[in-house]
Structures are given as structure tokens and as C-alpha cells.
């Protein structure tokens, strides 16, 4: 492979990884202990909020009334969309029943988890896309109670909007609390909630180390890292729409890597001259992270020809992945490692960011190499059983034994023995583990 760096990232996500499982390990600690006395200590220290912590049918209702009609109908688009989706991946998940071997059946059922929790970010930016995201997926996999947790602000509360979308897409209950606090109290069953079986949703590193210790008492999503993304361009692609795709991206924060790789020096130059002008038209607060971003994170790499442009991508194996590339079916079968792939230029990752109906919660730093993104498979567990007649045992049980024995388990291979004895006494059978 002969890439060219037209543009290196000076720093990686790794070059920022800083020490909170210390101090999010403290509070959990703490918490666990202290239960809802300890919570609402930590939400009074954090997010500086001392308002009713569960949301009641009223207060739902006086929030939701805040959000503009506009707005509400923007959100139920995106949520009718996400839905639709959502029920067509869940009819991809069957129950099966197959007959191994003649007299012994083995199935397959699908059963959602009892109770999830749904992390909405509302800090710097109010995330109501994240609601709709992780609340909707888990009512469509039939989870029987969805908790939405979402920080506060001060004296004000949850961002109304967020309260009108996590009520609208299905949440039992709204928790104002944020941070490790939220977390743990979505864990730990507080405030009368069903402890939760899995918690999803993306958040700062805090939110992040907490579900990375508490994974294993339940389950998560995936451990996240800063959002990244990729663009895949060659010659007919336009280098302005390519430029806003990548300060989009890079406004997310000022670690999210992003990245172009192309086999066009020209575009890739005029893609490299462009974004900075666009990042200074940005508005103050996001002109920040993308000044940061494209600075310190961001890389343009010039390739040879396609193949090499693929491979590389698949080495990077981003959260997002845009191809703007002519014949777009090669790359839809060429390439297989990223979170969520929007093919062509009339797409984009703020489509699936918002609206389109495809999850937004997705694998960051490089985990597209072996795990998909948020579905409604996340939100099941797929169990086996089986059945089988005496006759139908029979050849199972003496593969059993003789296994057992071989690896040294008697008490595996005497299982097996004490059927063969009982269902067929007239016979005699070689368990020996040696011919």
C-alpha cells in the first residue's frame, strides 16, 4: 500500500485518555451504599439540580407543552422512521425449532430483557436525537420497562424537548439526573426503579467509564469513545459538500477524529483549503471543537486507487463511513468495517445522526472491526432449548460419555451412562473413552 499523508493527526483518541475510572469507581462505590440519599447528594453537587428527580404524568405534560408544534412534528417523523426500522430488524430475529438428529429437537427463542435504561446526554448539546435512538429501539425489541435519564439543568430542569421525545417514544419513566449519578442510580434500582438489565446511550467519559466498570452486572451498548468519521471521495465527488460533511463532524467535539481518503490530489486539497473557512463561519461554541478536532485529530490520506482507498477504510474501521464515489455497489460490497455507511451524496451522517431511521448510536474507535451498533437485537436474548425422545437421546448420550471421559469429566460421562441404563437395560454400550 502507497498512502500519502496530506494531513496527519498529531494527537489520537489514546493521546487524551485521561484517569476517571478512579474517581467514577468512588461514586459508584458510594452510591451503591448510600442509595437515593447518596444520588441526590451527587445531583446536587454536578448537575446542580434540586428539583423532582422521577418525572410525574404533569410534569411530562407541562414540558411537552414548551416544545414548539414544529419541532414536535420533526421529532415524530425522525420517531416514526427509527420505528419503522427498528420493527423490520426485529422481524429478522425468529424463533426456530430444528430436529438435530432424528427424536431430538433443538430451538431458538428470542426474548427482550425486562427493564432498560436509555442515557440521553443535555449538556452542552441537548441530544433529543439520542432519545429517540435508544427509547424507540428498546419498546419496538418489547422490553417491559424503559427508564430515559437525562441530566438537568439548573433551576430549569430536563430540556423540555427531550422530556416530549423519551414520553413520545415509549420511556416508562424520565429520571432528571445526570453523569455517573444517573448511571448508577439506573443500575442500582433507585427511586423505585426495576434495576436495569442493560444501559445504552451515549455520554461523556464519566457516563462512558461507568457503564465500561458496571458492564458484566448488566449489560451495555458498547464502551464508546469520541464520535469519528470517514469519508470515502474521488473525482465526482464536490469538494464543498465533502468539506461540510467533515466540520459537521468535527463540531461534535474537540477530540472527534475525522477523516478523508481519496485517490483525487486535487480535491483533497481543495477539501483541505475549504474546511477551515467553514469552521470559522461556525458559531463560537462549535467553532471551538471543530478548530480543535480538525487540528489535532483530523487526517487527509491520498491513495493510489480504489481497492487501496477501501482497505484503508476498513483499517480505520469508522463510526460513520461516506462513500461519495462513483458506482456505489462496489463499495457497498467492498467494504465491511464501520458503524453505520451512507452511500452517495444525497446522504449524509446527519441523516442517520437525526431522521433517517438508522441508529446513532454506533462503535467508536475502532471497535466497526468486530460489533454493529445499537439495534433491537442489543435489547435480546437469544436462548436455546431442547426436547427429545428416549430413542433420540440415545446416540447423543454415548457421544456424551465417551467426550466426558476423554476430557477426564466422570461426572459429565455418568449422566449420560445412568440414561442409556434406564431407557435401554437390555443393551450394552462402550462408553470407554478409547476404542
Not at 491513495?303 to 487501496?308: G, I, K, L, T, Y
Amino acid at each position: 500500500m502507497t498512502i500519502e499523508y496530506l494531513k496527519k493527526a498529531p494527537l489520537t483518541a489514546e493521546s487524551d485518555a485521561s484517569d476517571t475510572n478512579k474517581i467514577v469507581q468512588t461514586i459508584l462505590d458510594e452510591i451503591e451504599a448510600g442509595g437515593d440519599v447518596k444520588a441526590l447528594e451527587y445531583a446536587a453537587k454536578f448537575d446542580k439540580y434540586e428539583g423532582p428527580v422521577l418525572l410525574s404524568q404533569e410534569d411530562i405534560a407541562a414540558a411537552s407543552a414548551q416544545v414548539p408544534d414544529r419541532l414536535k412534528r420533526d421529532i415524530d417523523f425522525a420517531h416514526a422512521n427509527v420505528k419503522r426500522f427498528a420493527e423490520a430488524q426485529r422481524s429478522t430475529l425468529q424463533d426456530v425449532e430444528v430436529e438435530v438428529v432424528p427424536g431430538l429437537v433443538a430451538g431458538q427463542r428470542t426474548i427482550p430483557v425486562s427493564a432498560a435504561g436509555c442515557y440521553v446526554p443535555g449538556g452542552r448539546y441537548s441530544h433529543i436525537a439520542s432519545a429517540i435512538m435508544t427509547v424507540t429501539t428498546a419498546k419496538v425489541a418489547g422490553c417491559d420497562h424503559i427508564v430515559a435519564c437525562s441530566p438537568p439543568r439548573p433551576g430549569i430542569g430536563i430540556n423540555p424537548a427531550i422530556v416530549y421525545t423519551a414520553h413520545k417514544c415509549g420511556a416508562d419513566k424520565i429520571l432528571a439526573m445526570g453523569g455517573v449519578q444517573g448511571v448508577a442510580a439506573m443500575t442500582f434500582g433507585l427511586f423505585g426503579l426495576p434495576k436495569a438489565n442493560i444501559l445504552v446511550g451515549p455520554g461523556n467519559q464519566f457516563v462512558a467509564e461507568a457503564k465500561r466498570i458496571l458492564f458484566g452486572r448488566v449489560g451495555i451498548d458498547m464502551i464508546a469513545g469520541p464520535t469519528d468519521s470517514l469519508i470515502l471521495a474521488d473525482k465526482t465527488a464536490d469538494p464543498k459538500v465533502v468539506a461540510a460533511d467533515l466540520v459537521g463532524q468535527a463540531e461534535h467535539g474537540y477530540n472527534s477524529p475525522v477523516w478523508l481518503v481519496t485517490d483525487n490530489r486535487p480535491l483533497a486539497e481543495e477539501v483541505m483549503r475549504l474546511v477551515p473557512e467553514l469552521i470559522d463561519d461556525l458559531p463560537e461554541v462549535n467553532r471551538d471543537n471543530a478548530t480543535a478536532a480538525w487540528r489535532d485529530y483530523a487526517e487527509v490520506i491520498l491513495c493510489s486507487n480504489r481497492d487501496e482507498m477501501a482497505a484503508t477504510s476498513d483499517s480505520y474501521a469508522p463510526e460513520h463511513l461516506t462513500v461519495q464515489a462513483d458506482d456505489l455497489d462496489w463499495w457497498l460490497a467492498r467494504l465491511s468495517c464501520y458503524g453505520s455507511l451512507f452511500l452517495g451524496e444525497e446522504t449524509t451522517v446527519a441523516f442517520g445522526d437525526k431522521a433517517s431511521g438508522t441508529n446513532h448510536v454506533l462503535p467508536t474507535s475502532g471497535a466497526a472491526t468486530y460489533t454493529g451498533g445499537l439495534s433491537v437485537h442489543k435489547f435480546m436474548k437469544i436462548v436455546t432449548w431442547q426436547r427429545a425422545t428416549r430413542e433420540g437421546a440415545k446416540p447423543v448420550a454415548e457421544a456424551t460419555a465417551r467426550i466426558s471421559r476423554l476430557e477426564g469429566m466422570e461426572g459429565h460421562a455418568r449422566t449420560a451412562d445412568i440414561r442409556l441404563h434406564k431407557y435401554f437395560p437390555e443393551e450394552r454400550f462402550d462408553l470407554t473413552a478409547n476404542d
